[in-house]
Structure formats: C-alpha cells, structure tokens
C-alpha cells in the first residue's frame, strides 16, 4: 500500500490529487492519504451547491466552495481537521463498506484512549455525536473511501458555514443532514496532543498495522495533478454547473429601493427563466432585463459581462449593478 501525504491546503488541488491517485497510482497498489483543507465546504457530487452555502456568508469569511467526486452531503473543512482517504483495488458487489474503511482509523483512535464508535450510517461518532463523515466513489472495480476528522475545529464556524439562507429553493439535488459534531481533541488522554501529533499518531498507526511504503509524487505527477485541479475542480462548470436543475424564490428588501422579489429557474447552472415582483418603482418594466438575463451563468463574472453597459436603475429605483449582483446571488 502506498502512503501519500499532500502538504497543500488549497481543496481544488488536494481533490484532483484524489481524483489522480485514484485513476493512475490506484492501479498498481491500494493507496492511504492523509491530507488538509483551509477554510473549505466540500458538497457531494450529487447535490445543488447553492442549497449547501450561504453565498455571502462564505464570500466574507474567505471559505472556498469545491465539489467532490463521491456522493453525500457537504462538509466544512479547516485546519483543525484531517482528511483520510483509501484506495483499492478488487472490489466486487454495489455494497458502501464504510465499516471496512473506517475500522482502522477508529481503532487509531482508541490507542489514544477517544471512544470512537462506527455507527450504521456512513459517520463515526463519539457519546453519539459526528466526529468524522464518509463518502464512498466506486468505478471499474476500485473504490475511493474518504472522511473527514474533527480534531480541533472551530465548531462554531462548521455551524455557521453550513447554514444557508431561508430562500425557497427546490431542486432534485441530494439535501445535506446537519448532525451534532463535535472534535476528537478533548476525549485525546494527553490534552497536548495538536493537530500535526495527530497526523503524526494516525500515520504512524497505519505503518504498524499494513505494509505500507512512502510514495513522493514525481514531477509528472504533479503536472497532472496541476492541469485536473486547472481544468476540473477550480471551475464553475464543475463547482455550481453540475448541479441539479432547481428553483429559487429570494426576497431581499433593499434601502432606496424596495421589497424585490426574484423568481428563478437554473439548469446546468445558468438561469433558464427570471421573473422580478415588488413593491419597487421602476422607469423600464424588468420585462427586457429578464430577457438578457436568459441562458447567463449564475455567477458574478457571467453576469457582469451580460450586463455591460445596463442602466439597473431604470428597472429598480436607485439601484446600482453591484446591489443588483448581491440580490441574486447572495
């Protein structure tokens, strides 16, 4: 088994890294990861990211969005948590073997005195409450198992990055279940114990317990991993476009301006339909700005291209392009 380790944070990178060990280095050997996120929600590939975040919310804080190959519900990531992932190879039958995969990393954990307890869903969990949730990809007789660890995150900033705002949304898209978190440090035996001493006692751990060997990623594959995380995992069209076809009802009332109201339906990410309602005045009826708004991506930098040279203030009373921007996409 091959051992890899990522010394990136950025979650475009450390995804395609997945995706390349999965594809190339997955075919020799099965393959153990352990890896890091700053500041990052990772959304299942099956869901609609927009019901997942809080865009404005996110966009203050600095959190990255990112999309994962495997299905599931998002997570948050920091610093005060580890990624794990295992690779391998000869596995038959349609069942997630989540216990498989998790075992080692519980029985880790009890070395260092934490209780941890695999439940019969798809998390591990200590006095009941998530420390850890996994995700499972399957393709061509390997499989990916993947989970996150909270040793020491800032719980407080989980529960805030993963609540989104109450506007009505419905969409086909697999919706997250929030569960009671909590970190793995205070259930450690030695309260000195960080972040990077557990990295250490998890990899070490490993060691022991399989035959594994070090791999260090070669100037090739490092340009493959560069070019998927340039051309896959950075990019709209994989982050927001793959999501589900939805609806939107927001309803923002804006100083100067009024109660607007906007009524949307997206596929493959861009807006198909737009309707305005309010109690706003308006010089232009938003007939002609619904019409360009038709087939635009939802996102700033399509909008602002599709909007160049648009007067807003003669659809929507004493407002500009950038307080147009925010009522979509916030």
Same mark, same amino acid.
């Not at 794990?84 to 009890?110: I, M, Q, Y």
């Given at each position: 088994?091959?051992?890899?380790? &990522? ?38 590939? =099956? ?8 865009? /404005?919310? %996110? ?5 990255? %969005?990112?999309? $994962?190959?495997?299905? +599931? +519900?998002?997570?948050? =990531? ?8 295992? %690779? ?10 989540? &216990? ?20 019969? $869903? ?9 420390? &850890? ?6 393709? =061509?007789? $390997? ?25 009505? !949304? ?22 000195? %114990? &960080? ?8 990899? #070490? ?11 260090? @990623? ?6 493959? !991993? ?26 923002? $009332? ?12 997206? /596929? ?14 308006? @010089?232009? #009826?938003? +007939?002609? *700005? ?8 939802? /996102?700033? =930098? ?8 648009? #007067? ?8 500009? *392009?950038?307080?147009?921007?925010? !009522?979509?996409?916030?």
């Amino acid at each position: 088994m091959y051992y890899i380790e &990522s010394s990136k944070t950025d979650p475009y990178w450390n995804l395609a890294l997945e995706q390349y060990v999965f594809d190339e280095l997955g075919r020799e050997q099965d393959c153990f990861m352990l890896w890091q996120n700053d500041k990052t929600i990772v959304v299942g590939k =099956h869901q609609n990211t927009i019901e997942e975040i809080d865009p /404005e919310y %996110v966009k203050r804080q600095g959190i990255r %969005v990112a999309r $994962r190959l495997s299905g +599931g +519900g998002a997570v948050y =990531h920091d610093l005060g948590n580890i990624n794990f992932t295992f %690779v391998s190879n000869n596995r038959d039958g349609n069942a997630f073997e989540f &216990s498989t995969f998790c075992r080692p990393v519980a029985d880790a954990l009890r070395q260092i005195g934490v209780p941890a307890e695999i439940n019969g $869903r798809n998390d591990m969990t200590i006095q009941g409450q998530k420390f &850890s949730g996994n995700a499972q990809y399957r393709k =061509h007789g $390997r499989i990916m198992h993947h989970g996150t660890l909270l040793f020491d995150s800032d719980l407080e900033e989980v529960g805030r990055a993963l609540q989104v705002k109450p506007d009505k !949304v419905e969409s086909k898209g697999l919706k997250s279940v929030r569960s009671r978190v909590t970190n793995i440090r205070p259930y450690v035996k030695d309260p000195a %114990v &960080s972040v990077s001493d557990f990295w250490n006692i998890l990899r #070490d751990y490993m060691f022991r317990s399989y035959p594994m060997e070090p791999y260090s @990623l070669t100037e090739d594959d490092i340009r493959a !991993v560069d070019a998927l995380r340039d051309t896959v995992y950075s990019r709209w069209e994989w982050i927001y476009g793959t999501s589900p076809d939805y609806s939107i009802r927001k309803e923002r $009332r804006v100083e100067g301006c009024g109660m607007i109201q906007v009524y949307m339906e997206v /596929e493959g990410g861009k807006i198909r339909q737009i309707a305005f309602r309010g109690d706003y005045f308006s @010089l232009e #009826d938003s +007939g002609a *700005l619904e019409q360009l708004l038709q087939g635009v991506a939802l /996102e700033e =930098h399509a909008l602002v291209q599709a909007l160049h040279g648009c #007067d807003i203030s003669r659809f929507f009373a004493n407002l500009d *392009l950038e307080a147009f921007l925010s !009522v979509l996409l916030q």
